[in-house]
């Protein structure tokens, strides 16, 4: 399995390959690369697509993860692109990823050729919304992630009733207690960036669920207007993972942006 070895990290990653132009899918928080499948599958061989999965997620996860910020994050998918050889893609965020990938184009504005920012924000979370989040996060430090607690997680990040939850749920169950903390904590205590939005020159696409319970609508909507160079576009039906719950629209509004982006 491919992984690279860069700041400090072992981070698993996958990589279409090719000569096309790239672009870098982060994922968000409980979930791992494997998120984009539906967008890898539409873009692959005019796109060089890269999916990795962030500290703390997937098979990047070792029981033991450290305390980190989104820059740390921010400066982890940098340095896995110059391990891959690559200069300059787009950088795909959902969620999490969104808070990293924004990070991103702050700090390393060179290699950030436009952003694809999936329910995601540049404020910190909702403090009613937060206070739910710890309680869930506390109870499932203490005595495991119980079937009924996957479910409200489902309801959050998924929506109800999609076909594909259930593999997710079994996903969320196996985290370990440490790596859960950790990102936590990192999602929990994270800088507002409303106010540095202006200094983001890259083209910028907005997607968004109207039907997201994580983030609402308006906070997407408030970004995209900080953003001097952004387009949004609001997912009808679609929860916090649209990408995945609704891949056809997002798809669709993807391909558009990719194709009219500036060489």
Known sequence: MPYAHVNGQRLYYEDTGGDGPAIVFSHGLLMDGSMFAPQVQALRGAWRCITWDERGHGQTATGTCAPFSYYDSADDVVALLAHLGIGRAVFAGMSQGGYLSLRAALRHPQVVRALVLIDTQALPEEAEKMAGHQVIIQEWLERGLSDERARTIEHIILGDGWEGAAAWRAAWQRMQPADLLACFTTLATRDDISGELGRITAPALVLHGDADHAIALERAQAMAAGLPHAR????????????????????????????????
Request: a neutral charge.
């Open 232 to 263: 949004m576009v609001v997912v009808p039906g679609a929860g916090h993972a649209a990408n995945l719950t609704h891949p056809q629209p997002v798809n669709a509004a993807l391909a558009q942006f990719l194709a009219q982006l500036p060489q």
